[in-house]
């Protein structure tokens, strides 16, 4: 059946740049979206129109980092350096998804909050337990989230209770493959935690098991100045952070890679080489007084660069709140380097959150003819009165100040989940 949505719709089809249609129609079926008009053609006119006026219909968002049992822990360890804060909150919040009952109220939790807050696509953590990892791709798939789920490896240093022994780790990887096998729209990604917690042999079978098997690979690189030490002095080989993966087949175009905040001009170059997707996560390198990465420079040197929350070291889940922490990080590191970097514009960053995000999902730019429809409906009618306002600035100022309360609306592969 075609159907189609009408009001304001908005999408970012390239970097910076806005195609915007008001009072238009966005028709599609279940083959995908048939394209966005400003009227209604003759052809599609038995369509069921869903029509919300003159509300915005914006691009649902992509979470390209987040590690879903942290969602327990929450505005906790702010205080914290990253590694102290892995030991202090979150290895010993992870342990607790041993048991499937506690795993499923959070999970349950975290699956209805992206959904209310517009979030459709995904590239998650989990623990290294198999039976909550299955269990939370289960719930995702049936709140008709779409995305990566990876269950962590980790077989050194980390606390007894998580570490792997290498044959485990190895058993329970396939085990957890087997298992993925019935999801539709939730498809695994190997996922070594970092460089640190894997040991060199670990690394090894997994570069194996991503070539044999076509996998997506995330992990995180350069994030910290003591991090970035300790795996210097584990890979003393290795010049910089990417190598430990790349000797290993772990970084390619189809490995995601967070954070990068301090990837100099020689490993920014690599990750272009390989195609290494870097998944920017503004809040939690501020929160972890991490750093500020230079995504502005990323992006003038072409390398492929997404946006997640990265709950827990960040504190936000929705994505419009990362999307204004990115703009803002942005603008402090301009200040930090004395105005030489340019930030990120309101426009840039929706895109960063939305079309070059759903890309790696195979979509094509903003609401592209034949992909499946994935979008949000915000009304912004309760925002104070002031002078006529352009679409453009409702957009604008919808990122800025909407929350789930004016989220009206959210499609995930064609279909209304909220």
Same mark, same amino acid.
Request: overall charge negative; some cysteine; proline content about 3%.
């Given at each position: ?5 009408k ?5 970012a089809p390239? *970097? ?5 249609t ?5 028709v599609?079926?279940d083959? =995908?979206? *048939?394209?966005?008009f400003q009227?209604l053609?003759?052809?599609y ?8 006026g ?7 968002f992509c979470d ?5 049992p942290?969602?327990a822990?929450?505005?906790?360890g702010?205080?914290l350096? *990253?590694?102290d804060?892995l030991?202090?909150y979150?290895?010993r919040?992870?342990a ?9 109220e ?10 209310k ?6 590239c ?12 939370l791709?289960e719930?995702l ?6 995305g990566?789920?990876?269950k962590?490896n ?11 022994t290498?044959?485990q780790?190895?058993?329970e990887?396939?085990r ?6 019935r999801?539709?729209h ?8 970092f ?8 690394m090894?079978?997994?570069g ?5 098997r ?6 995180h690189?350069s994030?910290n *100045?003591?991090?970035?030490d ?11 952070y ?13 490995t995601?890679?967070a954070h ?5 001009e020689?490993?920014r170059?690599?990750m272009?080489?390989h195609?290494?997707?870097v ?6 390198n501020?929160?972890?007084s991490? =750093? ?9 040197e ?6 997640g929350?990265?709950?827990a070291?960040?504190a936000?889940?929705?994505?419009l709140n990362?999307?204004t ?7 402090m590191r301009?200040i ?7 930030f990120?514009?309101?426009a840039?960053?929706?895109?960063l959150?939305t079309t070059a ?5 195979g979509? =094509? ?7 499946p429809?994935?979008a949000v ?10 002078r006529?306002?352009?679409?453009r ?7 800025y100040?909407?929350d789930?309360?004016?989220?009206c ?7 209304r989940?909220?």
């Amino acid at each position: 059946m075609i159907s189609a949505l009408k009001g304001n719709i908005i999408a970012a089809p390239k *970097l910076g740049e806005l195609d915007i249609t008001e009072k238009g129609y966005l028709v599609f079926n279940d083959g =995908g979206i *048939l394209g966005v008009f400003q009227n209604l053609p003759e052809k599609y006119a038995g369509a069921e129109v869903t029509d919300f006026g003159d509300k915005l219909i914006l691009q649902s968002f992509c979470d390209m980092h987040l590690h879903a049992p942290q969602f327990a822990m929450l505005g906790m360890g702010m205080d914290l350096p *990253l590694l102290d804060w892995l030991n202090a909150y979150t290895f010993r919040t992870e342990a607790q998804f041993a048991d499937l009952d506690y795993a499923r109220e959070v999970y349950m939790q975290l699956a209805q909050q992206l959904v209310k807050n517009g979030t459709t696509r995904i590239c998650m953590f989990s623990s290294v337990h198999t039976d909550a990892t299955l269990l939370l791709m289960e719930i995702l798939e049936q709140s008709g989230i779409c995305g990566f789920v990876g269950k962590v490896n980790m077989d050194r240093n980390c606390p007894d209770y998580l570490a792997e022994t290498l044959e485990q780790s190895k058993r329970e990887t396939l085990r957890w493959l087997d298992g993925c096998a019935r999801f539709n729209h939730i498809k695994p990604i190997l996922t070594p935690r970092f460089t640190p917690t894997c040991s060199d042999e670990l690394m090894a079978w997994l570069g194996q098991l991503a070539a044999e098997r076509g996998l997506y690979v995330q992990s995180h690189m350069s994030e910290n *100045l003591a991090e970035i030490d300790w795996v210097c002095q584990l890979h003393p080989d290795c010049k910089q952070y990417w190598e430990t993966y790349q000797k290993y087949g772990l970084f390619g175009n189809n490995t995601v890679m967070a954070h990068c905040v301090f990837s100099d001009e020689r490993e920014r170059a690599a990750m272009r080489e390989h195609g290494v997707l870097v998944a920017h996560c503004a809040d939690s390198n501020v929160n972890l007084s991490s =750093g500020i990465a230079p995504v502005k420079q990323m992006l003038n040197e072409n390398v492929r660069v997404v946006l997640g929350s990265d709950i827990a070291g960040g504190a936000q889940l929705p994505m419009l709140n990362v999307i204004t922490m990115t703009i803002r990080a942005s603008k402090m590191r301009r200040i930090q380097t004395g105005w030489q970097d340019n930030f990120l514009t309101v426009a840039e960053a929706y895109y960063l959150a939305t079309t070059a995000a759903a890309q790696v999902f195979g979509a =094509g730019e903003g609401f592209a003819v034949g992909d499946p429809l994935h979008a949000v409906v915000i009304d912004d009618a309760s925002f104070a009165k002031t002078r006529p306002l352009s679409v453009r600035e409702r957009f604008e100022r919808g990122i800025y100040l909407a929350d789930h309360s004016n989220i009206c609306a959210v499609y995930s592969e064609g279909i209304r989940i909220k």
